[in-house]
């Protein structure tokens, strides 16, 4: 069966501090993979998707960027963060355009 | 572009029913999704329905999709309070895009 993990689940970081955040899915092969962003309020924000190894979509101009170095692996990162960037991250996976499964989120606060 | 709406709250008492309204505007869309979020975690897919189908009922819960008017609900029949969540509309958009979700609504179920 395919799962989905994403590390780390909280972090705490000062504003212009760099920022990694990885995903990985296991069990399939060359998934769809998917960057959220829930802050409250707002609703889930789609930040970057991917289809494939180093094609990286972005959906939203962000402090933020992505990166696919591997099939199954996705990482958000920053060079500096801002306060705006607190906000609870998701990552997910789908076959195609459908259906998505979520990891269990990182929750980013920017002092 | 695309967009999905749904009302941000609804508390219920327990054993009640509760309905979810959601609405939509791209009439390409081919399925349709409910998504449930309990604090602190990610998204779960609750159940989904395919453009075509009128009603789509899976144990306690009963999805309406009106596809005329693009209206999408989601009862919950005698609701628990375990049922207590935010619920997330999405929607399929055009071939090739990734769910187009709404902002969740926040359902709170009192004993």
């Known amino acids: 069966s395919q799962t989905i993990h994403q590390w780390p689940a909280t972090l705490v970081q000062p504003v212009g501090s760099p920022l990694s955040l990885e995903c990985t899915v296991e069990g399939t092969s060359n998934p769809n993979l998917y960057w959220y962003r829930q802050a409250a309020g707002r609703g889930l924000q789609l930040l970057f998707y991917s289809v494939g190894i180093g094609q990286i979509s972005s959906e939203v101009p962000q402090n933020l960027s992505a990166s696919r170095p591997q099939d199954r692996q996705f990482i958000l990162s920053s060079k500096k963060l801002l306060l705006s960037d607190s906000g609870f991250y998701l990552c997910?996976?789908?076959?195609?355009?459908?259906?998505?499964?979520f990891g269990e989120g990182s929750r980013l606060t920017v002092l | 572009g695309e967009d999905v709406e749904q009302s941000l709250f609804l508390s219920v008492r327990e054993g009640d029913s509760s309905v979810i309204n959601c609405t939509y505007t791209d009439s390409s869309s081919t399925y349709l999704y409910w998504y449930k979020q309990e604090p602190g975690a990610g998204l779960q897919l609750l159940t989904y329905?395919?453009?075509?189908?009128d009603m789509k009922q899976d144990q306690r819960l009963t999805v309406l999709l009106n596809k005329k008017d693009k209206h999408l609900s989601l009862r919950i029949a005698d609701t628990q309070t375990g049922d207590s969540a935010i619920y997330f509309c999405?929607?399929?958009?055009?071939?090739?895009?990734?769910?187009?979700f709404g902002k969740g609504t926040t359902l709170s179920v009192s004993s």
């Open positions: 997910a996976w789908s076959e195609g355009y459908g259906e998505l499964f």
């Open positions: 999405a929607s399929a958009g055009q071939a090739g895009t990734a769910l187009i």
């Open positions: 329905i395919f453009s075509n189908m």
